[in-house]
């Protein structure tokens, strides 16, 4: 069963306010639920209706804490989604550890990405292409926002976010280390030689990406247009880029 | 002014039965509403705040039919948009037409694409790569769909769309056009040499592409993985793939 108290303090853990001073994000839903379960994210509590527990109980009863069950209109009640029949969870958020970047290493630095579904699906396509690290600017928003979480679709436990300065991050690391930014008039993405190592910047959805962090771009990358719309969306950004620096 | 029986028929535009029976839809903000009036769009109504009107004001007077200024309470109360400080207009559908591909050109065929966001990206992303024409399964959400409309960014002015039974309509391609189609297990497409002309294929968002159609897919591709996510969204997948057949 699931007690008033923990229903109001689940609820609170919407607000980004409530996630730094309990330390807490919530995860919803059977896919993202089940990623976080095999995951090294430190469990706190975990509800499920009957017929979750059914589909996974040999796998639930081997976890840390105990399941509770609880109907579906318990769980749609204290978590943020209008339809789960399957599971919530809340777990300890990671703190906000600096990242370092290996010598063959890609990373994403995010330059005030406020939308939570566009920074779920940059994690989500960040994943595919094998990128984990992603270092964002102090606007950007809140990777333990629930939308963010259920964008991410199970990724958000193999990425590792920092939010930091940017224009400091950037100042700090090696000369030699390539800074990529999508920009109006860059090279064509599809001549591109990528360097072994580096950043991919990727800018605000409306403004692009900032004076301040523009001046530290190195290689100015464009992806062409064969059309008539003006852009395209962070996300899809993010994805071209990708594909392109993997191929 | 605006007056009430007005609100009343704007608001029944958000539903696909009442654009069907009107054969009219609705176009929110600014930029989507100053691309809808430089397109061949029929406009029925137009509706604008003073300062829209002022910014505009040599333009919106060359239009047919007469602008009406209003404030934004007004707009956001006939629209679908919670804030929208700038224009909304009302326009005449298109009808149905079936679309004719050239010999060397591509379109798109959506297989049951159900969400409205994913259906105006993948619009959005076309144009950006060139792509104006899209056959959709009777199942794909309404074009006309505010939602659509919306995520499109103005591209929705330059795309044809034609709902019809993919299955029939694949049938009646020469045999000669390929159908590319993503699939699990198909050939990478960092690899692909894209033929002249050619039809692709997008799957509906949770089940892909449906049986019926994928045994008439001629060519299956796939997006590399250098991850651990299991899947990228529809409009994710669009976008990697026009960027590989564009390159």
């Not at 109001?8 to 639920?33: C, D, M, T, W």
């Not at 290493?105 to 939308?115: F, N, S, V």
């Not at 990406?209 to 771009?217: D, H, P, R, T």
Request: aromatic share 10%; proline share 2%.
């Amino acid at each position: 069963m699931i007690t008033k108290n923990q229903i109001k303090y689940i609820n609170s853990l919407q607000q980004k306010k409530f996630r730094s001073e309990h330390q807490s994000f919530i995860v919803e839903g059977a896919k993202s639920v089940l990623e976080l379960l095999k995951s090294d994210f430190e469990l706190e509590l975990l509800f499920v209706t009957q017929e979750f527990f059914n589909n996974y109980e040999e796998f639930l009863e081997k976890l840390p804490i105990q399941s509770e069950i609880i109907n579906q209109q318990e769980l749609e009640k204290a978590g943020s989604y209008s339809s789960n029949n399957a599971a919530l969870a809340v777990a300890k958020t990671k703190g906000n550890h600096e990242l370092l970047v290996g010598e063959n290493e890609y990373a994403l630095i995010l330059d005030d990405i406020r939308d939570p579904g566009n920074l779920g699906t940059i994690i989500r396509v960040g994943d595919w292409y094998g990128i984990h690290k992603i270092i964002c600017s102090h606007s950007t928003v809140d990777f333990y926002n629930p939308k963010v979480i259920a964008a991410t679709m199970g990724s958000f436990t193999r990425t590792n976010l920092y939010y930091t300065d940017l224009e400091v991050f950037i100042q700090q690391q090696q000369q030699s280390t390539p800074i990529y930014g999508t920009l109006l008039n860059g090279n064509n993405i599809h001549q591109t030689k990528f360097a072994k190592a580096g950043y991919i910047v990727i800018g605000n959805e409306a403004n692009g990406i900032s004076e301040g962090v523009e001046k530290l771009i190195t290689d100015k990358i464009t992806i062409p247009s064969f059309g008539g719309a003006e852009s395209l969306n962070a996300g899809i950004a993010t994805a071209v880029v990708l594909d392109n620096l993997r191929r």
